[in-house]
C-alpha cells in the first residue's frame, strides 16, 4: 500500500500516512497539497494534531554509481520510495573537455571550457622571446589543492545524491542513512590478471568518503561494502530478501539499482549474526522487514547549454549563434516543466530550446534530453518553474 508523507504545520516531517487518509485531510481542508523536488506528493497538516507524533525508524539506502545510483526509504513494514538516478558524471566530463566513451568509441571534446582557457592562454605567449620573459604567471604555493577538493565531474554526481537525500529528509523523519561504499580493484602493481586492467582510481571511491561527511548534517550514516564477511553486505542482504538485480545498468527501473537502495535501507531491519546455544552456535538471520510496492522515480538533470557569448564558429556573414542560457521571449525558461499539444496529442516534457527567426516554435525534451518536438507557444502551458532536476 502506497504511503503519503505528512509534515506539520511548521515543516517537521512525521509519519507517513494512508492515501485515502491523506485525501480525506485534504477534502476536509485539515490539510494542503504539495510536490517535493525528488518527485514526492505530501501533505501538510493545518493545525497542530491534538496528540504527540511518535515517529518510527525509517532509513534510507544509497548505492552510489559511477553514472546511476539507488536510492531507497525503507520502514519495518512499508517500502516508501524509490529512485534511479542518472548522475551527470560523463556530461560534466565531456564539458570540460575531457575524453569521453559514447557507444564504445572515444570522443574528445576539443570545445571543452577546459580546453578552450588552456588554449587562450598560449595565444598570449610570445614563444619568439626568451622564456623568462615569456607571459607566464609566477609560481604561488597557496593555490594548491585543497582537502576535500573534488573533480567537478565527481563533485556533481555525489551533490545531485546529496540533494535528493536531503529533499527526502523534508518529508520523512529519517533516523539513518545507510551508504554503500565501493572498494574497487585499482591495484596496478599486484601482478594479479584481475589487476593487470585496472585503471588506478575509481571515481566512486574518491568522493564517497567527502559524501559521507556531508550526509552526517543530515542524519547519522551507516557504512556498508557490497559483500561483507558476516554476510552483512549489500548484495547478500537482497537475496536474503529474494530481490532480483538485472545486469543492464542503464536500464530506469527498480531492478537495475534501486533494490540494492532497497537491501541498503533494510539492513538496519535484518542482520545475519550468531545466536548462542548451550555446546554450539548457530548463525542466522535476525529481524524483520516487509518489501511493498513503492513509488518509483527516475531523476535525471536537464542537459542545456551553460549560457554562452555564441558558438565558435560563425555563419554566412559573419553571424554567431546565440549559445545557453535560460530565458526565451515566451514568459518561459529552459527547464521548466511543461504540457505541449500538437496534432490533437498532448506531451510531457521540459522546455530544451526555441526558434524566433522564422517560425516562432519551443523545443520540448523528456527526461532523458531526446526532443520530443517542436511546438507553437500558444499551445505549451507550464506546469513547474525549473528546479533543474527532470522527475518521471
Known amino acids: 500500500m502506497i504511503r503519503v508523507p505528512v509534515q506539520n504545520p511548521d515543516g517537521s516531517p512525521v509519519m507517513p500516512t494512508k492515501a485515502s487518509r491523506a485525501r480525506r485531510w485534504v477534502k476536509q481542508g485539515k490539510a494542503t497539497e504539495h510536490w517535493n523536488d525528488a518527485g514526492l506528493y505530501y501533505v501538510r497538516l493545518v493545525a497542530e494534531p491534538s496528540f504527540a507524533c511518535e515517529t518510527q525508524k525509517i532509513t534510507v539506502g544509497c548505492d552510489p554509481g559511477k553514472n546511476y545510483t539507488g536510492i531507497a526509504v525503507q520502514s519495518a513494514k512499508f517500502t516508501l520510495y524509490t529512485a534511479h538516478l542518472v548522475l551527470p558524471f560523463e556530461r560534466v566530463k565531456e564539458r570540460l573537455g575531457s575524453t569521453v566513451i559514447k557507444q564504445g568509441k572515444v570522443i574528445k571534446n576539443v570545445r571543452g571550457r577546459a580546453l578552450q582557457r588552456r588554449i587562450r592562454r598560449g595565444r598570449r605567449i610570445n614563444r619568439k622571446v626568451p622564456f623568462n620573459q615569456r607571459a607566464h604567471r609566477q609560481k604561488r604555493f597557496d593555490n594548491r589543492r585543497q582537502k576535500g577538493k573534488l ?4 563533485r556533481a554526481s555525489r551533490q545531485m545524491e546529496i540533494r535528493i537525500i536531503t529533499e527526502l529528509s523534508k518529508v520523512f523523519p529519517i533516523t539513518t542513512i545507510v ?13 594479479r590478471k584481475k589487476a593487470r586492467s585496472g585503471k588506478g582510481f575509481s571515481p566512486v571511491m574518491i568522493g564517497q568518503s567527502w559524501c559521507v561527511e556531508k550526509l552526517k548534517s543530515i542524519a547519522s550514516v551507516k557504512t556498508v561494502y557490497g559483500w561483507q564477511k558476516n554476510h552483512n553486505g549489500t ?27 532497497i537491501a541498503l535501507a533494510a539492513s538496519e531491519f535484518v542482520r545475519h549474526g550468531v545466536t548462542p546455544k548451550k555446546n554450539y552456535d548457530i548463525y542466522s538471520w535476525k529481524g524483520s522487514v516487509n518489501i511493498t510496492p513503492s513509488i518509483f522515480r527516475v531523476i535525471t538533470r536537464p542537459a542545456y547549454f551553460r549560457r554562452a557569448l555564441h558558438f565558435d564558429n560563425a555563419e554566412k556573414g559573419g553571424i554567431r549563434k546565440r549559445k545557453g542560457g535560460t530565458i526565451t521571449p515566451f514568459k518561459l525558461r529552459y527547464g521548466d516543466k511543461v504540457i505541449a499539444e500538437k496534432a490533437g496529442k498532448t506531451y510531457s516534457g521540459w522546455i530544451g530550446g526555441f526558434t524566433d527567426a522564422q517560425t516562432k516554435n519551443i523545443s520540448v525534451y523528456d527526461h532523458n534530453w531526446k526532443r ?21
Do not use: M, W
Not at 551508504?179 to 601482478?191: F, H, R, W
Not at 530478501?241 to 534501486?258: C, F, M, N, T, Y
Not at 520530443?372 to 518521471?392: T, W, Y
Open 151 to 154: 573533480a567537478p565531474s565527481i
Open 235 to 261: 548484495s547478500q542482504i537482497r537475496k536474503h530478501l529474494g530481490l532480483e538485480k538485472i545486469k543492464d545498468k542503464r536500464a530506469q527501473v527498480p531492478e537495475s539499482h534501486a533494490v540494492d537502495g
Open 372 to 392: 520530443i518536438g517542436q511546438f507553437s507557444p500558444k499551445k505549451v502551458q507550464l506546469i513547474r518553474r525549473s528546479n533543474k532536476l527532470c522527475v518521471v
Open 179 to 191: 551508504y554503500e561504499l565501493v572498494k574497487a580493484d585499482v591495484d596496478l602493481t599486484s601482478g
